[in-house]
């Protein structure tokens, strides 16, 4: 268990609808990361917030919105959702700066029929 | 751009054997980090090793050792005495250095099965 908590593991949705995913870091952690994994695009970096502000950018579509809270604790916002967007969509956590470790966690599955 | 590239899709080996999974990088940087993860059929990633570059040192894990090629830009992980329980894709990764985003650039895996 890497302490990086994903709600829900599972979302099945339908086109053109809205979802939110939620990740929690672990204790102490300062750092969010949100990758993508899927079939034809593997694992790729999205966005990345730091203590409440955003850091850096990715492949992230402009329908696709995050941000994180001040208990650190972060959202991912997927709008006009779109039957590429099924996914495993993994957050990840790490200390402080950039050189630190990202922990992943276990990730939520989307289904978008 | 940073890129990472793993040349084997799959691989096999027997239980209680010795395999190295390849992964060559492309970057310009001096100091990065390099990274294996393992996602076994539950999905979780989970970190197996770091590297800083810096290090001549390769590191270590307990039955996980990799070897470092910076030259050649060449980061192997070799998994000893294998376990059924290694049977997972495994993904290298590359982390631009301090002043950059940060993120982790991955490579498409190779996917190990550790027969019996």
């Known amino acids: 268990d890497s302490g990086v908590t994903q709600t829900p593991k599972h979302l099945i949705t339908a086109t053109g609808q809205r979802v939110t995913l939620r990740c929690s870091p672990r204790?102490?952690?300062?750092?969010v990361y949100w990758y993508q994994q899927s079939l034809d695009q593997g694992l790729q970096f999205l966005i990345q917030y730091y203590n409440g502000e955003e850091r850096a950018k990715g492949n992230i579509l402009e329908r696709f919105s995050a941000q994180q809270f001040p208990d650190l604790h972060s959202e991912l916002n997927l709008s006009s959702l779109e039957l590429g967007d099924s996914a495993l969509y993994f957050c990840a956590s790490s200390a402080r700066t950039e050189l630190e470790t990202q922990y992943f966690g276990p990730g939520t599955r989307l289904l978008v029929l | 751009a940073q890129t990472v590239t793993q040349s084997q899709p799959e691989m096999s080996v027997q239980e209680a054997e010795t395999v190295t999974l390849s992964c060559t990088y492309d970057?310009?940087?001096?100091?990065?980090?390099l990274f294996w993860y393992k996602q076994p059929p539950s999905r979780q990633m989970i970190l197996v090793i770091r590297?800083?570059?810096?290090?001549?040192q390769n590191a270590t894990e307990n039955r996980f050792s990799v070897n470092f090629q910076k030259a050649a830009k060449s980061f192997s992980l070799k998994i000893s005495d294998s376990q059924l329980g290694d049977t997972a894709m495994y993904f290298c990764a590359f982390m631009k250095p301090r002043g950059s985003q940060g993120n982790l650039i991955f490579g498409k895996g190779t996917k190990l099965s550790v027969k019996p």
């Open positions: 970057t310009s940087e001096n100091n990065y980090y």
């Open positions: 590297q800083e570059a810096y290090k001549q």
């Open positions: 204790s102490g952690d300062l750092s």
